[in-house]
């Protein structure tokens, strides 16, 4: 079901019961998401990366498929994260931004919101998620726990993922106390306790079918990693500038980002880390002979950050595209997604134009689950099974609440950008061709009025204003 009209009363929907048609499903493969955190398209060896090691996240792109024009939701995390869980873009999803709660998390998802991990708990799944949440603290509506997830284990504030070495850790409604991290000590490193419990999922569920959604909070600032074999692998490799922030003692903040010595070793190290955690789960599946009945996703919830010491442009972490994470260029929205289901899936490159709010149908038809509240996503399992036809969008739309707003469209090749777009009457509109410039380096809005206010047309079409986040001044 395409919705591309919503309005307020979209808020007040009530979620309908799941509707499983068990009749026509096939045998229900386990299901695997794995989202890093601002990590560049660029950022990995199967689109191109030349100074960083990524082997186990190339072998599933190379025995499976890579995909060229996919999209995460926005180009900031909760409104990234929001679009991929239910099924919607940035003008219709419920979480538009980065919305601080006190004294712990960020603007709950309303009881009425759907997500896909509640879809597949309907459809029979047992679901997990270890990593960063973001889209409602501990007791809200908006908790992993009431969104689908029978168990939750990582940060479930996006404020306290900034810190590497954190004071506390969530399971499920349960605050697990890293002694010894308390801001001037560095003990716990939080991504290998998240990557253990992870593990201890596969392991746990292997006879039932599962969900393990791994959003793992690297390689986002702040830029640090113990002194182990992934860090002394790049330690001596780059010419550095280090980087003054805010250190652990007695004057470290939550929010803060470290000082780094050499942030480019550290970043590199920090995108290794994730390629080891791949391995690790994808021999974990081998191991219990399930990988015939697996589908891995990789992908990340917005383009590569320059926070905290990063150096995007060096590691060349966007490609060839323009603009990082908090722009609606290319570069901010483009993201790797790689798929691998061995001898379901044929390897090959995929060309298809997707989104994070195509996950949902795609999940939903994978297990034949209906999904019963709006979206604006198409399934792209025709793609990935290479029979019947794929249903292509007559557009995409991305909007971003920041910096005087910003809204993107594209619809074909064309792409719109619309900046300061909270104030109409000052916005600014640039007009790409990304067929004859990907890179979007040349602005061709004046040469082409009547595209301009066709997708313009489409753009204000695409939004419907929030009352929890407001765009229009």
């Not at 182990?228 to 280090?242: L, S, V």
């Not at 570069?331 to 490159?349: C, D, K, L, S």
Request: glycine letters at 8%.
């Amino acid at each position: 079901m395409n919705i591309h009209h919503f309005t307020l009363s979209f808020f007040l929907l009530i979620t309908i019961p799941c509707i499983i048609f068990a009749q026509d499903s096939p045998s229900r493969p386990n299901i695997v998401f794995i989202l890093a955190d601002d990590l560049g398209i660029g950022d990995i060896g199967a689109y191109g990366q030349l100074h960083i090691r990524t082997p186990n996240i190339d072998q599933l792109a190379e025995k499976g498929i890579l995909f060229h024009n996919f999209y995460a939701g926005t180009s900031v995390c909760a409104p990234s994260r929001s679009s991929l869980m239910t099924g919607q873009h940035t003008g219709h999803t419920y979480i538009r931004g980065n919305k601080e709660i006190q004294p712990e998390g960020q603007e709950p998802l309303s009881e009425s919101v759907e997500t896909v991990a509640m879809l597949l708990q309907c459809a029979g799944y047992v679901t997990g998620a270890f990593g960063k949440w973001g889209l409602g603290m501990v007791g809200s509506s908006g908790d992993p726990n009431r969104k689908g997830f029978d168990t939750f284990f990582g940060y479930n504030c996006q404020r306290q993922s900034h810190r590497y070495y954190p004071t506390h850790l969530w399971h499920n409604d349960k605050k697990i106390i890293l002694e010894g991290n308390d801001l001037t000590q560095k003990v716990h490193y939080a991504p290998e306790l998240i990557q253990e419990q992870a593990l201890d999922f596969i392991e746990t569920n292997k006879d039932k079918p599962f969900f393990l959604f791994v959003p793992t909070v690297l390689p986002h600032a702040e830029l640090t990693v113990p002194d182990d074999d992934f860090y002394q692998a790049y330690a001596h490799t780059f010419e550095e500038t280090a980087h003054k922030g805010n250190d652990y003692g007695t004057q470290a903040t939550v929010a803060g980002y470290s000082s780094v010595e050499k942030p480019r070793a550290t970043h590199a190290a920090m995108v290794s880390r994730i390629d080891n955690h791949v391995g690790q789960i994808v021999q974990k599946i081998e191991a219990l002979g399930l990988s015939e009945n697996t589908i891995i996703i990789f992908s990340s919830d917005n383009g590569p950050h320059r926070e905290g010491g990063a150096d995007p442009a060096f590691f060349q972490s966007a490609l060839h595209y323009r603009g990082y994470k908090r722009e609606l260029y290319e570069g901010g929205i483009r993201v790797p997604f790689i798929v691998n289901w061995p001898n379901t899936i044929a390897p090959g490159q995929q060309q298809h134009v997707a989104a994070f709010w195509d996950v949902m149908p795609t999940l939903a038809e994978l297990t034949a689950t209906a999904i019963t509240s709006p979206t604006d996503g198409i399934s792209f399992l025709p793609s990935l099974l290479g029979n019947g036809s794929q249903a292509e969008h007559p557009y995409l739309y991305w909007e971003f609440h920041e910096d005087g707003g910003r809204q993107a469209l594209r619809s074909g090749d064309w792409k719109l950008i619309r900046l300061q777009a909270k104030q109409k009457e000052k916005s600014v509109l640039e007009l790409y061709d990304l067929d004859k410039d990907p890179s979007e380096q040349h602005n061709i809005a004046d040469k082409h009025p009547e595209v301009v206010k066709q997708l313009s047309a489409l753009m204000d079409e695409a939004h419907v204003e929030s009352p929890i986040f407001p765009f229009r001044n």
